[in-house]
């Protein structure tokens, strides 16, 4: 069965340095997406992106953060100057299209910022 | 603002109890209400949507607008039900997922 998948697993960064997250929906889907989930707390939008631009951001997507989708599979997340509050799960989704509403999520790649 | 309330963080029961996960949402238009599963170390996925009216792992889940609720009903909790649970609302369509604060569930032999 096609699954979303997320590299790497665990990223330890220190504080200021730029991270790229990366992951590999599922081939002939659509519609992208980052989620992040600080621990204990919810699983929170931060952006959705469809034929190669942002659709929606939220206010946690600021100037820090970027996407892309360089070469039709991959679809990357990058932090350009992580903080300390940066440190979470992150998880990439993926869809079909937009009747289809099921979403399809990676495993996640916990961050921790140091 | 779209907002999903699940008020328990944590519920436990017996083997072949009764379970119900609450859901409540906020949210003026017509919303796509969905449940999402994860088990220990394993992604989130998807286990039902109101609008399939479906019933998954003998889970079902009713939407009920006037008292904007969609709570998770499953009558004989079975051991291999324990995993953290979330309620979702959508937009409809490719719209973004609004997560609740999730549920984790964990049922005892």
């Known amino acids: 069965e096609p699954e979303v998948t997320q590299t790497p697993s665990h990223q330890v960064t220190q504080m200021g340095q730029e991270v790229i997250l990366r992951c590999v929906p599922i081939?002939?889907?659509?519609?992208f997406y980052w989620y992040r989930q600080i621990l204990g707390q919810k699983v929170e939008f931060l952006v959705s992106?469809?034929?190669?631009?942002?659709?929606?951001k939220s206010e946690i997507f600021d100037d820090q953060f970027s996407v892309e989708r360089p070469d039709g599979s991959n679809f990357t997340l990058k932090i350009r100057s992580t903080k300390l509050e940066d440190s979470a799960m992150y998880f990439c989704?993926?869809?079909?299209?937009?009747?289809?509403?099921?979403?399809?999520f990676g495993q996640g790649t916990r961050l921790t910022v140091v | 603002a779209q907002r999903v309330t699940q008020p328990e963080k944590l519920l436990s029961v017996f083997k072949g109890a009764p379970v119900e996960l609450k859901c409540n949402y906020s949210y003026s238009g017509s919303p796509e209400l969905f449940w999402y599963v994860q088990y220990s170390r394993q992604r989130l996925q998807l286990l039902l949507r109101h609008i399939s009216r479906e019933s998954i792992k003998g889970f079902t889940a009713d939407l009920n607008k006037g008292e904007t609720s969609f709570h998770l009903k499953k009558p004989f909790a079975q051991e291999e039900d324990s995993a953290m649970y979330y309620c979702?609302?959508?937009?409809?369509?490719?719209?973004?997922?609004?997560f609740g604060k999730g549920t984790k569930l964990t049922v005892n032999p």
């Open positions: 081939s002939n889907h659509l519609y």
């Open positions: 989704a993926s869809r079909a299209g937009q009747l289809n509403t099921e979403a399809f």
């Open positions: 979702a609302l959508s937009k409809g369509g490719s719209e973004k997922l609004v």
């Open positions: 992106f469809y034929n190669n631009e942002i659709s929606e």
